[in-house]
């Protein structure tokens, strides 16, 4: 049974994490370990040109002329930029064409993008296909660009785009991400040179580009938009040449230009081109290209483990967390199990900070704590089901103590014998016997065993066991308990039994008493001079079982009519309330005087009734046995 549990449990993992059932919840983990990393280095060659608000409040236009992208070009040309990435789209004709198709030709460095057409459905690892395209590049464009890339992103379910396609497949044509031919292009590859392999991509067999295991390459946004990459305003550009050309101090060093790979795009507040990413809600997708560019460049890409690296890492966790929750104490299963999750998270974390390795790590979290919560209540249940059975056991078990313990008290003539016993727990420590002995003689026996519970249950039913063996051949009160520590001596490891045994005279008035260590005897006498309650002497020897050679002393006592005898076991004595406070012995006293002139069962239905008041609410610490015998 367990067996198959445990295939269950690892088939539901393979399926979550093979299906994708939890992809928009580890998003959220994925974007808070970019928020957790403190902002990446980046190429020194990226920069961001961005068409921000003050560019199209001066230019007063958008879309921007082409002849304006055209001396932005020669500008850039002429300030020894190496590449130009456009992030706009060149698709219908205008009036300028000519001017900026002769200006990306006479700069030979520039790079325009198309817009494909995009299904989720039509990725197949490294590579996507689409079925047509969305935006295209201008004819008199395309034929004198330095290249051409697409510029798609995926947008995941929540509206963020994490990631980008490597290549697009079109009409048996393979397109590359424009900033990954930017980037290869810097570092001097060939583009051509491409080999599609599991999990990622290897360009002029030297650049390798690791793919995500649901498409496309991760975009290491290296910071949050405005604080990672050299920014500067088209406008300012433009403005800052012609004060040059004027001979006037320009607004902008444009020599900082020099040797720099330019990202131009719209940037401007209320336009369409933002969406929010893992490092910001509000993001330009001119951000992305430079971040795809500059990851490449800087070999920070983000790798990831994939489904079968997150498999792997689900199943030893899931058996982590089920060997602490089975095999721990319940405490220290609840500690192990948070050092688990706490351990998972970090090092998932670092990874990520460190390395740039992503591993999933929703998908373990929640098998922590659903191992852990399915872990507790199988424990919980299976105790629950012990517990049934014991106490089945347990109430068998007060049964047969039960029939230890005399059926019914014997009636006399002279003398009247009432007992009553209360367990703490299922069974008890506590015992008494009320044994005829012979026609003259009655036998009482009380005890205490040290402790409570079924090891007292067990000692207490060998206990009376050998009293009625003992008690029956004859021999005297002190007699009978030496026999018996001599018996108990070293069968009970560290438990002995306090004893009191009488014999009463059935016919006569006189009780002889013997003690082992269990005081006191309390004796009511009805006196000419009031009522009195007196505390008979027995000259206690050592309880029964802590030494094999006893030595107990008889006493004898004379009842007339009308007087009691009663004792106890110290569950009575040592009664406790709600607040911990002992039972005081006077309000035992006041229950014995204030029944003195009534039968032996009413006085025990005092005390009953007195320790009870006194304790209720309190849970009952020890077994109370209570014996009270009245003279006729």
Known sequence: MRFWVLCFACCAILAILFLGLLKSYEHIFYDLRFSLRPPLAVS???????????????????????????????????????????????????????????????????????????????????????????????????????GAGHINAFVDEDGKVRRAPLFIKYQNNFYPQISLLAACDTLGLDIRNVQFLPGKVIIDNKLVLPACCSGGLAINYPGKWGEAFKHFSYFEILKSYAQEQRGEKPLLDLSALQDKVCFVGLTAAGTSDFSPTPVSKIYPMLGSQASIF?????????????????????????????????????????????????????????????????????????????????????????????????EKELEIARTIQQNFLPDEMPTLDNWEVAAFMQAAKFVAGDLYDVLPLDEKHLG??????????????????????????????????????????????????????????????????????????????????????????????????????????????????????????????????EARNKKGQDIDFKEIENAILETSEQSAKQTLEALKKAVFRFSKGAVQHDDITIIVIAKK
């Not at 219908?92 to 030979?108: L, R, W």
């Not at 929703?362 to 299976?382: G, Q």
């Open 44 to 146: 020194e060659q990226a920069v961001i040109i961005e068409i921000s608000d003050d560019t199209l409040k001066n230019l007063n236009s958008w879309p921007i002329p082409r002849d304006f992208h055209a001396s932005l070009v020669d500008v850039l040309k002429e300030k020894g930029v190496k590449k130009v990435v456009f992030d706009i789209i060149f698709e219908e004709s205008t009036f300028e064409d000519d001017i900026f198709a002769q200006a990306i030709a006479d700069a030979g460095n520039v790079y325009l993008p198309l817009v494909f057409t995009l299904d989720e459905k039509s990725i197949k690892g490294v590579l996507t296909s689409s079925p047509s395209i969305l935006a295209s590049i201008n004819r008199k464009f395309s034929e004198v660009v330095q």
């Open 444 to 573: 009482v026996l009380i005890g205490d065993v040290s402790g409570k519970g079924a090891p007292a249950a067990l000692i207490m039913a060998k206990t009376i066991s050998l009293f009625r063996l003992f008690a029956r051949e004859g021999a005297s009160c002190a007699q009978v308990l030496e026999k018996l520590t001599a018996e108990l001596c070293g069968k009970f490891s560290g438990r002995f039994v306090t004893s009191i045994y009488l014999r009463i005279n059935k016919e006569g008035n006189d009780v002889i008493a013997a003690s082992a260590g269990h005081e006191p005897l309390l004796v009511y006498r009805l006196q000419n001079e009031g009522k009195k309650i007196e505390e008979i002497d027995l000259r206690s020897g050592l309880p029964l079982g802590v030494l094999e050679e006893g030595n107990y002393e008889e006493v004898s006592a004379t009842l007339n009519k009308g007087d009691k005898l009663i004792f106890f076991s110290d569950g009575l004595s």
């Open 294 to 390: 500059s990851s490449i460049i800087t070999n920070q890409m983000i790798v990831d483990v994939g489904l079968v690296g997150n498999a792997l890492i689900g199943l030893m966790v899931f058996f982590l967390s089920l060997w602490i929750s089975l095999r721990l104490s319940a405490l220290r299963a609840l500690l192990g199990i948070l050092g688990l999750a706490a351990a998972v998270f970090l090092i998932s974390t670092a990874l990520f900070i460190f390395f740039g390795i992503w591993t999933g790590l929703f998908l373990p979290l929640l098998i922590i704590v659903v191992t852990y919560v399915a872990c507790v209540s199988y424990r919980f249940f299976s105790e629950i089901r012990k517990r049934e059975l014991l």
